[in-house]
C-alpha cells in the first residue's frame, strides 16, 4: 500500500481539538477566548450579550455579593449567548473568609483559609468538594482559588493576604499540601482551580487591587521556598495559574509578573514545564492604572500568558480592540494569539465545555 493510503488515527486529544477548532476561527473569535469579562451582581446578564454573542468573549467573571438561585439563572443565561459546542468558562472568587462571592441559601459559609489551615488535609479535600458541588450547581465551572502565597513579613503590613487571612498561614510546604487538596476536592465536584497570585504576593505591603505602592517584592526568588510552593501545587493539576501584579526585584525589576516573558515564558512555562491557561489577576487593578487599558491584553499575551481577567466593564471593551489590532498588523503576535487560545480550548475540551 501507498503510505498517503494507510488512514491514519485521528488524535482526539484535548489539546488535538483545540488545535483543530482554533485553525478554524477567525482572529475576532480566537482573541474573544483570551477574554474573562466580569459580570457584578446586581447586573442583568443581558449586559453582556454583545461581548459573548458578537465579540466572541469565551469567560465571564462572576463578581460581587451573589446568592445561589440568582447566580444560577444568570450563568445559565450567559451560557445561553455562547455557542452549545463552546460554552463559556464561568468563575469567581470563593476561597472563604472574607472573600466568598457566592453566600446565602445554597453556599456553606467557607472557613478563611488561615482556619483551612488548621484542618488536616483530608478534611479540607473533602469540604472543598462539597463547596465545588455547591458552586457546580450554581453553573460555576473555575473557582480562582486558592491563594499559595507565604507570608514573610508581618501579617497585619501584608495588606493583600495576611491582613485578610487569604493564606494556610503555614510554611510554603504546608501551604502547597492544602493548596492540593483544596484543587483535588474542587476537582472532586467537577469544578476547576486556579492557583494564585504568581509568585506570591506575601512579601509585600500593598494591595495590588487598591494600589500601585508597596508592590515591589525585594525577597522572592526564582530558587527560593515561596515560588517551590506554587510549583509543588502544580501535581494536583490546577486548571489555570493566575499571575501576580507586584513587581518581583529578584526576577525581573521591570516588569509585573504578569507581563513578564522572563517569568511567564522562560520559567513557568519553559523552566517548570506548565503548559496550561496562565490567567491574569484583574488588568483594572490600580497597580495597571499606568498602562492604557488597550494595551493591558497585548502585554499579558506578549510575555506568555493567555487569558486576560477584569474587574471592571469599561475595559472589557478596550482590552479585546487592542488585541484585535495588535493581532491584525503583527504576525508574530497573531501567533501568540493563535497558540493562547489552543490552550484556553484545550482546558475547555478537558472540562467537557467545548465538544
Not at 169 to 193: C, E, R, T, W, Y
Amino acid at each position: 500500500l501507498d503510505k498517503a493510503q494507510v488512514p491514519s488515527v485521528r488524535d482526539d486529544s484535548p489539546h488535538a481539538k483545540a488545535v483543530r477548532a482554533v485553525e478554524s476561527m477567525s482572529v475576532e473569535e480566537r482573541v474573544g477566548q483570551l477574554v474573562m469579562a466580569p459580570l457584578f451582581a446586581g447586573s442583568d446578564p443581558s449586559s453582556l450579550y454583545d461581548l459573548i454573542a458578537n465579540r466572541h468573549v469565551g469567560s465571564v467573571l462572576i463578581i460581587g455579593n451573589w446568592t445561589s438561585g440568582i447566580v444560577a439563572a444568570a450563568t445559565s443565561t450567559l451560557q445561553s449567548y455562547a455557542p452549545g459546542d463552546n460554552q463559556l468558562l464561568m468563575s469567581t472568587d470563593q476561597e472563604g473568609g472574607l472573600v466568598q462571592h457566592l453566600k446565602g441559601a445554597g453556599f456553606d459559609t467557607m472557613p478563611s483559609a488561615i482556619q483551612q489551615g488548621a484542618m488536616d488535609v483530608s478534611q479540607l479535600r473533602q469540604s472543598a468538594s462539597a463547596w465545588g458541588t455547591q458552586l457546580k450547581a450554581a453553573g460555576i465551572n473555575v473557582d480562582l482559588a486558592p491563594v499559595v502565597g507565604t507570608v514573610t513579613v508581618d501579617r497585619s503590613s501584608n495588606a493583600p493576604i495576611g491582613a485578610l487571612y487569604r493564606d494556610f498561614g503555614l510554611d510554603p510546604a504546608g501551604n502547597a499540601d492544602h493548596a492540593k487538596a483544596f484543587i483535588q476536592g474542587m476537582s472532586d465536584s467537577g469544578v476547576g482551580s486556579a492557583i494564585k497570585h504568581y509568585p506570591g504576593l506575601g512579601s509585600v505591603t500593598g494591595n495590588t487591587d487598591f494600589t500601585a505602592n508597596g508592590i515591589l517584592d525585594t525577597t522572592t526568588t526564582l530558587d527560593g521556598p515561596e515560588i517551590s510552593a506554587f510549583n509543588g501545587t502544580l501535581e494536583a493539576s490546577p486548571s489555570m495559574v493566575m499571575m501576580s501584579l507586584a513587581t518581583y526585584q529578584a526576577i525581573d525589576p521591570n516588569n509585573p509578573a504578569v507581563f513578564s516573558s522572563t517569568l511567564v515564558t522562560g520559567y513557568l512555562r519553559g523552566k517548570i514545564g506548565f503548559q496550561g491557561v496562565v490567567t491574569s489577576d484583574s488588568l483594572s487593578a490600580t497597580a495597571l492604572s499606568g498602562v492604557q487599558p488597550s494595551d493591558l491584553g497585548v502585554r499579558l499575551v506578549e510575555a506568555g500568558g493567555d487569558l486576560a481577567c477584569i474587574g471592571a466593564s469599561s475595559y472589557v471593551q478596550p482590552v479585546l480592540d487592542g488585541l484585535n489590532a495588535k493581532a491584525a498588523g503583527d504576525a508574530t503576535f497573531a501567533r501568540k494569539v493563535q497558540q493562547s487560545a489552543i490552550r484556553v480550548m484545550t482546558l475547555k475540551y478537558e472540562m467537557g465545555l467545548a465538544r
